[in-house]
């Protein structure tokens, strides 16, 4: 198999990846002056906003480890604008997933982090 290029590449992966798992793709790629989000899907009747992390090695920490706090709240801002824009959602349960893919002795180990943080 082919080793994806690039950050669109590794959010394709993750997206086939979730639809396998149950979830509905509603929209990728949602910018705005606040943030963007990578995947924002439904599973199971939420709102799924999911952040897609890719590394190629575990010297600067998994994935998962580069959702910082600010990057977290980048997210959680640009998913209340997402919701303010879809007031159809707003009543809807969410949740924040991480999509963390990292390259382990040439074999892509993928983990999916359900409701990985939330807001405050």
């Known amino acids: 198999m082919r080793r994806p290029q690039g950050g669109a590449e590794w959010e394709k992966q ?21 943030g963007e989000i990578d995947l924002i899907m439904e599973h199971e009747g939420c709102l799924v906003f999911a952040e897609v992390r890719y590394r190629s090695h575990a010297l600067y920490g998994s ?24 007031p159809h959602r707003a009543r809807q349960a969410c949740r924040f997933d991480v999509i963390s893919m990292n390259h382990q002795q040439g074999a892509l180990d993928l983990d ?9």
Not at 63 to 86: D, F, M, N, P, W
Not at 112 to 120: K, Q, S, T, V
């Open 14 to 34: 993750a997206e086939s990846f979730l639809r396998n798992h149950g979830l509905k793709t509603l929209q990728r790629n949602f910018h705005c002056r606040l």
């Open 63 to 86: 994935g998962a480890e580069s959702v910082t706090r600010s990057k977290q709240q980048r997210i959680i801002r640009t998913a209340q604008y997402y919701l303010q824009r879809h």
């Open 112 to 120: 999916w982090i359900r409701d990985a943080f939330r807001p405050e």
